[in-house]
């Protein structure tokens, strides 16, 4: 999986198997996911086109799942908890002001049954409407949607709230839910999406990455860009690149602190130009200008 976006869209690039409770959603095989925000004077009455012509002005081809928002893109929360990372966006109002829209997007690279994925979904809507109640908002608006997509071999059988993928992907929700509707609500609107990664240092919390002031710059070389310190390709498990490394909970994480592909200048500027070039083709680039 890699993702990236656009003035005004979020795209996530890969195979997947997906479930999406969207317009023209179901459960199939599909190489692109994506949230696109339309225009306050988009025509409702044609949303199946408007993801057919999303798809289209962008390349991806036919094998898609999308959702719709009316919120700009860099008000996204994308939260990062081991395998498992969750996209959102949310645009909801006081419910004496009607309602909005949030638009969850789950990943997992690791496996999961079609049965799992939808109760992926389940888990995703119980932490919503937890969240939104404990906020005193409505539970839920008429056009909110969730996709639930995994990458690799089976591992999962099912992703209720206590196993190991559905305690993440609550807590991500319970967590990336109010962020979102925070950053929606501010007077200055944000320019880029927010990232946030879950720690297990001093007991385990949410951490929020920011590029500015970094207290552990460089943490690769002096004039590294910073632009992706959070890879898009995570985990992308090219060993040439990283390794597998002990967990606290004794399994394996994947660790790539050692890979400074993305932070140089050269191939994060490439990639910013090129959003969609896959991993193989920065490895090559880089090996042509070493030579």
Sequence with gaps: MRYYTDS????????FRAASTGISGGIRNVTTLFNHTVPAQWNHTAPEKEIELVAAAA???KDVLGLLTAV???NLCVLQYDFI?????AGIRQESAGAGTINIIVYSSEGLEDSALLETIMVVSEAKAETLLALGRVSGTPTDAVIAACEGEIKHR???RLTEPGQRIRDAVLRGVPEALGRFER????TKPAFFIYSRLEGGHWVEWSSVNCPYYPCHFKGQNCDFCYCPFYP???ETLGEWSPSSSNGRVWNCSRCS???EPDIADYLKRYPDAPLEELVRLRKRKRK
């Design 8 to 15: 005004g869209s979020l795209f996530i690039r890969g195979a």
């Design 59 to 61: 390349g991806t081809g």
């Design 72 to 74: 700009p893109i860099p």
């Design 85 to 89: 990372t969750v996209f959102v966006t």
């Design 158 to 160: 099912y992703a209720g």
């Design 187 to 190: 007077d200055v609107q944000p």
């Design 236 to 238: 992308c498990k090219d």
């Design 261 to 263: 592909l993305l932070h």
